[in-house]
């Protein structure tokens, strides 16, 4: 339901699977816990409630901390908590956390040529974006395309949002006629992947 954008849908589900979670586990930490906490904060961060979002994150990445979870769990969460920071303008908060994930999927998976470092690249570019960095972010967004390029093709959404990215950041820099290429790209991408009426 949350990934098909029925949320309303999604919250009631997530909240009676978290409480029978937290009934059987009697209050203990539990992996499967931290994991609905952040999907059900996952779900409330999309339909805007970033104030019921936020300490939901947070306490499933306590926990997530707490029970040793692995890195790329912790990173997927922090990642989460970041983007609320972001929506909130906390710009400081969001890009200390996305700046930490990008530098630990780096040291993971090197530091090109992963979706998860291409991710991360969009993220800290964000907030580069944000500030004016345009040179930092064009930089890193040319590496997310790379990236996207290779690992799934011209024709994915993900390629596509990092294509458009990739143009803000030129368009912020003034070389239009870069930024205007990349736009195009994105948009017949786009195009050919979603309803007209998205």
Known sequence: LNALRRRDEAEPVFRETLRLMRQVYGGADDDD???ILNNLAWCLHAMGRLDEAEPLYLE?????????????????TQNNLAGVYYDRGRLDAAEQLWREVLQQYEQVFGAEGHAAVARGQGMVALIDIERGH????????RAAVAANQRLLGEKH?????????LGNALLGAGRLDDAE????????????????VH
């Not at 499933?60 to 997927?76: E, F, H, I, N």
């Not at 959404?157 to 990215?165: E, I, P, S, V």
């Open 33 to 35: 816990i931290a994991w």
């Open 60 to 76: 499933a990445l306590a926990m997530q901390r707490r029970l040793g979870a692995p890195q790329t769990t912790l990173q997927q």
């Open 134 to 141: 345009w040179d930092e972010a064009v930089r890193l967004m």
């Open 157 to 165: 959404r993900w390629t596509a949002g990092a294509m458009l990215r």
């Open 181 to 196: 290429r990349w736009m195009n790209r994105a948009n017949a991408v786009q195009r050919a992947l979603l309803p007209q």
